[in-house]
Every structure is written in C-alpha cells, then in structure tokens.
C-alpha cells in the first residue's frame, strides 16, 4: 500500500511539470545575473527563489509582503548584532540563542508565522561565523538583504506570471474527478 500510495503521489502532472519550469527558468536567470554582474554572495538570492515558490501563485503573492518584511527585520536584526556582538563572541552566542527562542515563540503564537521564519532565516544568512572583519560582516549582511529583497520580488512575479495555477480550477477539477 505505501508504494502506491507513493507511486500515485509522486506521479508526473502537467501541475509538476509547470511547478518545475518556473523554478528552473528563475534559478536560471538568477545565476545569469549573479555570474554576469558578479555579485557576491550570490546564493542567497537562489535559496530566496527557492523559498518563494509555492505550489499556488496567488499564495507566493499574498506572501510577497510577509517576506520582504521578513527580510528587513532579519536584515536589520543581523547588522544589529554585528554591531552590538563584533568583539565579544560570547556575547553573540547568548544574544543569537534569546533571538532564536522568541523568534520560534512568535512563529507559534502569531498571525504572521511566516514572516518570523524569513527573518529568522535572513538573520542566519547574514550574519557571519567569523566576527574578526566587521566591516565585511555589515558589507554580507546588506547584500544579504537586498538579495532577499530581490529573490522575493522576482520569485513572486515569477509565480504570478509564468504558468500560474488557478487553485479555484483545481479544487473544481478534483471535485467533479471524485464526483
């Protein structure tokens, strides 16, 4: 049963089909323009694609805005305590770990439980392991930022625009199917 049950799951759709290309063509045009403009730290902006895409477009749209908030409180979050943390590692482990307690605690008893996971996220992203270059710490953590900023962007016009699935047309697909 659990290999039908499999089987039938993982099948190929046309739905699977269109989910990947878009993926595919954003990752595509994100590493063009990562590789041609030489921008560093130029893999954030493929994990945001990749965070972006849902398996219905509206829902990546009516997110869009949760994660572009999400990115600037983790971003500022980030150079906060880069700036805050730059010469005391001991510090920023204690402050990292209270930071990573409230943010779960918000993402389980808030509305928006999406937007404390990109900040959170954001945050890890941007802020360096090693504290010894300050300067380059706050340098990575703006590109991070922007390269949220970006990957949200363009990964949302990207589900809205290229192959958007119409869930009202599914559930009716599905529903006169089992009918």
């Not at 878009?22 to 590789?35: D, E, N, P, S, W």
């Not at 990109?118 to 802020?127: M, P």
């Amino acid at each position: 049963r659990l290999f039908g049950f499999l089987r039938e799951e993982l099948a190929p759709s046309p739905t699977r089909w269109r989910a990947t290309l878009r993926i595919t063509l954003l990752c595509a045009l994100g590493t063009a323009a990562v590789l041609t403009l030489h921008i560093p730290d130029g893999e954030v902006l493929i994990i945001a694609l990749f965070a972006v895409s849902q398996p219905d477009a509206w829902a990546s749209f009516r997110r869009a805005r949760l994660r572009g908030i999400g990115a600037l409180v983790g971003g500022a979050l980030a150079i906060f305590t880069i700036l805050i943390c730059g010469d005391k590692p001991g510090l920023f482990f204690v402050l990292q770990a209270m930071l990573f307690a409230v943010g779960l605690f918000f993402s389980i008893t808030t509305t928006i439980p999406y937007a404390v996971i990109i900040a959170l996220f954001t945050f890890v992203v941007a802020t360096p392991l090693n504290q010894a270059d300050p300067e380059g710490s706050i340098r990575t953590a703006l590109w991070c930022i922007l390269l949220m900023w970006i990957g949200v962007v363009f990964g949302t016009m990207g589900q809205v625009i290229l192959w958007p699935e119409k869930p009202e047309k599914i559930l009716r697909q599905e529903l006169a199917a089992h009918l």
